[in-house]
């Protein structure tokens, strides 16, 4: 295991592995313990008690967090036409066709979301084995693959978070930066759970919410009161 340095070693001294935080008192931990000389962003690490393995308990899908996550994201667009322009207009980084598809097979990654018209699926097909290991290839399920294209663009572009269960029953996702204001990464924290709560497969018995963890770039993580945050979800809706 690698050696941390002083820094981390003086931070995680304010955290008691043991307790079980509620969210805006996990929230104003985390700002006590980032101490980076810059923004750190706040992650999310849910275990659920799903086995991926089975197709209907594979959870994915997409948010849009009410504060966005502070993070300028590069959009790939490929779409011709009408929807090339609409893409353009709505802020896309890259948009094009078959030679934007080519690029990418080539080799060229300067992009964080990949979005694309249904009837383009045909040629970014064969970017599978490129774009599917990062977690970028475009599925109906994350809604990256539709005609909306502005709609879905602006989205992403004010802070959609895509997110997938890994094959360990984790959920990963940013809720923001440190720098939010406390109240703003709540709010981005519980929509974030109350999006995962309701995923929840019938084929699922026992305990959903296994646990929650948050932690900034290079902090901690912080335990929270999977119950109590359960039902403050549930109060909000």
């Given amino acids: 295991m690698a050696k941390r340095g002083k820094r981390y070693q003086e931070v995680v001294k304010l955290v008691d ?4 935080l ?5 929230i104003e931990l985390i700002k006590r313990t980032a101490t980076a000389k ?6 999310l690490a849910a275990r659920l008690g799903v086995d991926p393995r089975h197709a209907d308990q594979n959870i994915r899908g997409a948010i849009s967090l009410p504060h966005g996550t502070g993070k300028e994201r590069r959009v790939l667009v490929f779409a011709k036409g009408e929807k090339a322009l609409e893409a353009e207009e709505s802020g896309a980084d890259y948009v094009g ?9 080539g080799g060229w990654m300067d992009f964080d979301v990949v979005v694309a018209t249904p009837d383009m699926m045909r040629f970014v097909g064969k970017l599978g084995k490129i774009l599917g290991p990062k977690g ?12 909306e294209i502005a709609d879905t663009v602006e989205e992403i572009k004010k802070g959609r978070v895509e997110y997938r269960v890994d094959r360990t029953g984790i959920v990963h996702g940013p809720i923001g930066k440190v720098s939010f204001p406390t109240e703003h990464l709540v709010e981005n924290l519980l929509s974030f759970a109350d999006v995962l709560i309701r995923a929840r497969p019938a084929a699922v018995k026992g305990t959903y919410l296994k646990s929650l963890v948050l932690s ?5 993580g ?8 359960s039902a403050t979800v549930e109060k909000r809706r």
Avoid: C, H, N
Wanted: aromatic share 6%; hydrophobic share 35%; net charge negative.
């Fill in 97 to 105: 066709g078959e030679e934007l598809v080519e690029k990418v097979a």
């Fill in 38 to 43: 810059f923004d750190e962003t706040i992650d």
């Fill in 136 to 147: 970028m290839f475009p599925s109906p399920k994350t809604g990256t693959v539709t005609f």
């Fill in 216 to 220: 900034s770039t290079m902090g901690p």
């Fill in 222 to 229: 912080i335990k929270l009161d999977t119950q109590k945050l």
């Fill in 22 to 26: 509620d969210p805006e008192e996990a």
């Fill in 17 to 20: 592995r043991a307790d079980l």
